[in-house]
């Protein structure tokens, strides 16, 4: 049997010789009524509360489950983001590398030809410094025949010597004082 508050403030009893008295049992039973309801009263918003609860605690396993997922997609994200980020520092070190790389062999070919290019201007320089001597000497050679071609003349004063003289000493030329002079 379920008890309601009205049922208890309801409730009648037989009577019987000498039973309770009227007056407290209703008085009795007016308060347990009152108390009953509050109960009831209490029970009702408990469980009205206990369903809010319940809704709240979903909502709250349902936000808790999508941060979970947003967390999970944050991590995958970032760590994804590490990677490529790696990789792409990887790839901009090797690009410098290369780069770099190629610089030095440029610089290596450069000097590489500047030193032919010294190389072949020493040989130039030999064979000119060897012509210009060739034809010094062939210059002096010429000179040294035109002064023996010309005899000296037997007659002739002492003065004039002396200058002819002078004049054989000067074509006496330093072929080391001519190239100093040239180069």
């Not at 309801?10 to 407290?24: A, I, M, P």
């Not at 990789?87 to 590398?97: D, F, N, S, V, Y």
């Not at 007659?155 to 200058?163: F, G, M, P």
Request: aromatic share 6%.
């Amino acid at each position: 049997m379920k008890f309601t508050s009205f049922g208890i403030k309801s409730q009648e009893f037989d009577l019987s010789l000498r039973g309770y008295n009227k007056d407290q049992v209703k008085t009795f039973l007016e308060k347990l009524a009152a108390e009953f309801e509050k109960l009831a009263s209490e029970n009702e918003q408990l469980k009205e509360d206990k369903k809010e609860l319940k809704n709240r605690l979903t909502e709250f396993k349902k936000i808790e489950k999508n941060l979970q997922k947003t967390l999970i997609k944050a991590q995958e994200s970032s760590s994804k983001t590490i990677e490529d980020t790696k990789k792409q520092t990887a790839l901009m070190i090797k690009e410098a590398e290369f780069k770099s790389e190629q610089i030095i062999n440029k610089a290596n070919e450069y000097a590489k030809f500047i030193r032919d290019s010294v190389s072949i201007l020493k040989e130039e320089k030999e064979l000119l410094i060897a012509r210009l001597k060739a034809m010094i000497e062939t210059q002096i050679e010429l000179l040294e025949l035109k002064v023996e071609k010309n005899p000296e003349p037997k007659a002739v004063d002492n003065t004039a010597k002396r200058d002819e003289n002078i004049e054989i000493e000067n074509t006496q030329i330093n072929i080391d004082d001519i190239m100093e002079k040239l180069i």
